[in-house]
């Protein structure tokens, strides 16, 4: 399997590093071997003709494996040796004898077996001699076994010549070539899949449809090309026109069937009854197979080939395709007889899946059937089960005849399958219900524009997501007020995500409108959506107040609902305490936004609603990186990621992204932040993905500033805080990073502007990191007064929440104190600083402040990196602990107590302690024997 262009391979820096390595050492008289290994497809055919390309002046030989030869004993053997049958005649007779019989087509008795394999390796030895040689053998898994023993053999013993072995193979490594060195290949990064599709297709490939196939390729080129040649440009091009799930890979499936193929009948049966229900565990399988007469031993044959995976309680294949493949791969009788077979199976048992075996035998409509479908249909969906529900529900409508009923379903199996996470199959599904229920039945319709309107908040630009859903809650207004400001808060919502502050207002009025002439019952969720929508249209209108006394809810926020403590402990819809979880972070209370969020991720995940839990996981992932760290956050939005890739979900996808560029900024980690930057910051702002991009580029700005390049922080700040390109809530808590970068900068009048801004802001709050944040702009802004702003600062920050941030303001006063020469007061602050960065990871800002604590004589060294930097002490110091091993390095240094007990942050009482437990195990008697012994230079040997 090639890729990339002609003569060039996309990624695999590390492992072209190591073929080229391999290469130069081989010209140097050094020879070697190497197994590349990894799924079929992966790229080792394209890496061993790189190396063949590195290797243009050896002698190459190719005994690639084929699958006709693989038991034509002694086939690859022939083929390495022919080129080399010059200097046959300068082996011993007996070699030589041995190998010419190799050459004739007749296999030499097994006794000679080492004869060829020492015949080769000199062969080989004598052509390197002359020119470094490289064999070259592909698809290892075809070659017989007696040549792989040759082969492994003589690889093991060429380090001297000048021969370089390189094999592939998609098997097991230890099996074919034991004893060799074996580089594995993982997947493609994603950045490389992008590339390779950039490059591999003409035709344009929309950005959801581009990210759809990325994920699903998982990083196997084979699989990324196959898909891009199979679906036309249509499909390419619009992503409601890509078929789910997406077509099966022809070569891969190809490679996958040849096995299962070439398996026993009985064992390709008991394969088939699996494929057909892949939820039968050993027992039952085994039982399906005494049914129909096979015996259960056939199923270790599949074990053994590498296509099923069994333990005691399970059984499922190793690849996921491969049971689609075997499915959809049978004859119509086969898969009939699987049917029926597992039919009967089930009713003898009374299970539920009878009735799902039963229709796939039918072609026509039922009545009977179709109600029972539905009836387990519904169960599963209250069981947690969406997957399994929509399923049946869909199989529901097809048994179904008359036109209206078989619109409801179709509308049902929608629903299931957006919770599956199916989410353009739940779009065709509407579409077909779409055709089919009356005008007269409002209700339906209504909620079946909301369910289009959800699936268009994850999968369409956020603006158009926003009509959907606008639309929806018109629709839904007169009927179903209740859900008509659920789709309200899901519009206002997308509007948030566009970066447009009218949406959300215009959303919010119309909320106003219906909590007027709310009914009764209906009025608890409604009232909380309407907070929701209402703070955050009263925040963009400059009610700001109002705003944040809405967004925190209950008596203490001052919210709609005074008559209980929160209403959120009463709402059970995990989408509106998502959303609600979002308009906390607009009140600045990132407590209150965690806690909201986990309620909507727990609530989503026991109902199986994988969309809306990813959709909440955002929330989560942003609170937590604020009050736990970037560590925290990474975790959850790493999952969260994977989770809305998996479901199609290409808007929480790109947001997510984007918190991982911020959570990556804020660590310092530059090569994670620029792995999402052409996605997330340049792609995601075009289209409308303004959530996305302020946080993508606050975490670009988080890595200028930290390093010190303060006028792009100030630039990408500034293109944060453009409405239209951003989101008003981001680009209003970046303001304090803008400012300091501003200030540095030069730009102080913005720097000024964007301040007042902000302390309005942190006024209406009234309390926490914000007031805090506020003080530290005026320190920055008022150098007549600043020492007093930071201290207030400071004061403010041990009651708030953002640990990081409070360490931010310890770093800038402690330089401010540096530059007005009062550097103990600073190393206070420094320190503080650089502790908090070592524990939240926070590498370039820990740089930063240890140079600054450098610049005040502060030689500060991080406790968890100080073990490493200490030098070899010699054998006495063996019997040392790590602790007194640092000790004992610092004072040979010439540190005192107290600078020892500062650096690792003990207290002199205990160095006391630890000084005199060495002196006693070392046998000595001072503190100038252990500096004298443990010198430089010195007594390291001892």
């Known amino acids: 399997m090639t890729y990339g262009t002609e003569h060039t391979v996309i990624g695999r820096q590390a492992e072209c590093r190591r073929l080229a390595d391999s290469v130069e050492a081989c010209r140097r008289a050094g020879g070697s071997a190497l197994l ?9 055919t394209a890496l061993m003709r790189h190396a063949s390309r590195l290797a243009h002046d050896f002698h190459t030989i190719c005994a690639d494996g084929v699958r006709a030869e693989e038991t034509l004993a002694y086939g690859a053997v022939q083929r390495m040796v022919r080129p080399l049958d010059a200097d046959l005649r300068r082996l011993p007779p007996i070699s030589r004898e041995a190998v010419e ?67 592939g193979t998609d098997g097991e490594a230890s099996a074919l070539m034991p004893g060799v060195p074996v580089l594995h290949l993982a997947g493609m990064s994603d950045v490389d899949c992008l590339r390779l599709v950039a490059e591999c297709q003409p035709s344009p490939v929309a950005l959801a449809v581009r990210e759809s196939l990325v994920h699903t390729a998982g990083g196997n080129p084979l699989v990324l090309l196959e898909l891009l040649h199979t679906l036309t440009p249509a499909q390419l091009s619009q992503p409601a026109q890509l078929p789910d799930p997406l077509p099966l890979v022809p070569r891969l499936i190809h490679i996958r069937l040849t096995r299962f193929r070439r398996l026993p009948g009985d064992c390709r049966r008991l394969l088939l009854l699996l494929a057909t229900e892949p939820l039968l565990n050993p027992f039952s399988l085994l039982r399906m197979a005494g049914r129909a007469g096979i015996d259960p031993a056939a199923l270790k044959s599949a074990e053994e080939a590498g296509l099923v995976t069994l333990s005691a309680t399970t059984v499922s294949f190793r690849h996921a395709d491969l049971r689609r493949a075997i499915y959809h791969g049978a004859h119509l009788a086969e898969r009939h007889w699987a049917h029926a077979l597992l039919a009967r199976a089930f009713a003898d048992t009374d299970d539920d899946r009878r009735c799902w075996h039963e229709a796939a035998l039918l072609s026509e409509t039922n009545a009977e059937l179709a109600d029972e479908l539905e009836r387990h249909a519904t169960r599963a969906r209250r069981g947690g089960e969406p997957a399994r529900a929509a399923a049946l529900m869909e199989r529901s409508a097809q048994l179904t005849g008359e036109e209206g009923h078989r619109g409801r379903r179709l509308a049902t199996a929608a629903d299931y399958s957006r919770l599956a996470g199916r989410l353009r199959h739940a779009a065709r599904l509407l579409e077909r219900a779409t055709r089919l229920v009356g005008a007269d039945q409002t209700s339906l319709r209504g909620h079946m524009a909301y369910l289009q309107g959800l699936i268009s908040l994850h999968q369409t630009t956020a603006a158009d997501a926003y009509d959907t859903l606008l639309a929806a809650a018109g629709v839904l207004a007169a009927d179903n007020p209740s859900l008509a400001v659920k789709s309200l808060a899901a519009a206002g919502e997308a509007g948030l995500h566009a970066g447009n502050a009218a949406l959300p207002v215009q959303a919010g009025r119309r909320a106003l409108a219906l909590l007027e002439h709310a009914r009764e019952q209906d009025q608890g969720e409604i009232r909380f959506a309407g907070d929701f929508l209402l703070g955050v249209a009263d925040s963009f209108q400059g009610r700001l107040p109002a705003a944040v006394a809405r967004l925190r809810g209950g008596p203490d926020g001052g919210g709609v609902d005074r008559e209980r403590p929160d209403a959120a402990t009463e709402v059970k819809d995990p989408l509106l305490l998502a959303c609600a979880s979002h308009g906390a972070l607009f009140a600045a209370d990132d407590t209150r936004a965690r806690a909201l969020a986990s309620r909507a991720v727990a609530l989503a995940r026991t109902a199986g609603d994988t969309p809306t839990m990813v959709h909440a996981m955002q929330y989560l992932a942003y609170s937590e990186c604020w009050l736990s760290g970037p560590d925290a956050a990474t975790l959850i939005a790493t999952e969260a990621l994977r989770l809305a890739r998996e479901t199609g979900q290409l808007n929480c996808a790109r947001n997510l992204m984007g918190m991982l560029m911020l959570t990556a900024g804020l660590a310092g980690d530059a090569k994670a932040c620029e792995q999402y930057t052409d996605r997330v910051v340049d792609e995601a702002a075009a289209h409308g993905a303004g959530l996305a991009s302020a946080l993508g580029l606050w975490g670009l700005a988080q890595l200028d500033l930290a390093s010190g390049d303060w006028a792009e922080a100030a630039t990408k700040l500034h293109r944060l805080a453009r409405t239209r390109l951003g989101h008003p809530g981001i680009a209003l808590e970046a303001v304090p990073t803008y400012v300091e970068a501003a200030v540095r900068a030069g730009e102080r009048p913005r720097a000024e502007r964007a301040a007042a801004n902000f302390n309005r802001w942190a006024e209406a709050i009234g309390r926490g990191w914000p007031a805090a944040l506020a003080a530290r702009c005026r320190a920055l802004l008022e150098a007549d007064d600043a020492e007093t702003h930071f201290r207030h600062a400071l004061r403010l920050h041990r009651t708030a929440d953002r640990e990081l941030e409070r360490a931010r303001t310890a770093l800038l006063y402690g330089e401010y104190l540096n530059r007005e020469r009062r550097r103990g007061d600073a190393r206070v602050q420094l320190r503080e600083a650089a502790e908090v960065f070592r524990r939240h990871r926070a590498r370039l800002w820990l740089d930063r402040t240890r140079a600054e604590l450098r610049a005040g004589g502060d030689d500060w060294r991080d406790p968890d990196t100080a073990e490493s930097d200490i030098p070899d002490l010699g054998i006495a110091a063996r019997t040392l602990t790590s602790r007194q091993r640092q000790i004992v390095w610092l004072v040979a240094t010439g540190a005192t107590n107290k600078e020892v007990a500062a650096r690792l942050y003990l207290s002199p009482r205990t160095i006391d302690y630890h000084l005199r437990r060495i002196f006693e195990r070392l046998s000595m008697t001072s503190r100038a024997d252990l500096i004298r012994r443990f010198t430089t230079g010195t007594g390291c040997g001892e």
């Open 101 to 167: 019989r190799v050459l004739l087509g007749r296999s030499p008795p097994p006794r000679e077996r080492l004869l060829v394999a020492d015949a080769l390796l000199g062969l080989l030895a004598r052509a390197g001699g002359r020119r470094p040689v490289l064999i070259s053998v592909d698809d290892l898994h075809w070659v017989d076994a007696e040549s792989r023993y040759i082969l492994g053999f003589v690889a093991r013993r060429i380090s001297t010549a000048r021969v370089l072995i390189l094999a």
């Open 36 to 44: 590349l290994t990894g799924d079929p497809g992966i790229g080792k």
